[in-house]
């Protein structure tokens, strides 16, 4: 995916939802950076994720991981989207709960997350959403 693209979904399963979300989310197509405990030799597995959408309190993406319901994940943002003159630092870091895995394609999982208070209670991740809030009637994309 090249920067600016659009990211995309089709649902093979047409499910009605209910829906459970307290935060106001926004549509992004952004790279975060995710570490989780390697199940095979005990150690940690970092990589990338597509997230799709974002809120205060959570967030969707697309990943390798192969991360289970209940599991707890480092969490790596950047913040490059942003102005400059609201003085974030270059990434935004904490924690996050695995709610919901569903897989995407053959090598890849959508899953939901919800933020622990390491990031949800972060004033710059407030400061962060808000800025993206303000952009909600565009996508952003950030590579």
Do not use: W
């Amino acid at each position: 995916m090249q920067r600016g693209e659009n990211v995309s979904f089709s649902r093979k399963k047409h499910h009605q939802r209910v829906e459970k979300r307290r935060a106001e989310r926004v549509t992004v197509a952004m790279k975060v950076s995710l570490q989780s405990k390697n199940p095979v030799n005990r150690g940690n597995v970092v990589g990338p994720a597509i997230v799709h959408d974002i809120s205060l309190l959570g967030a969707c993406m697309t990943t390798r991981h192969e991360l289970q319901p209940g599991e707890e994940v480092d969490i790596r943002i950047p913040t490059d989207a942003c102005p400059v003159d609201l003085g974030l630092p270059a990434y935004l870091s904490g924690r996050a709960l695995v709610r919901r895995v569903e897989v995407a394609t053959e090598n890849s999982r959508r899953v939901a997350m919800s933020f622990l208070p390491s990031l949800a209670q972060s004033m710059e991740f407030a400061f962060y959403m808000a800025y993206l809030l303000g952009l909600r009637s565009e996508t952003v994309t950030t590579y």
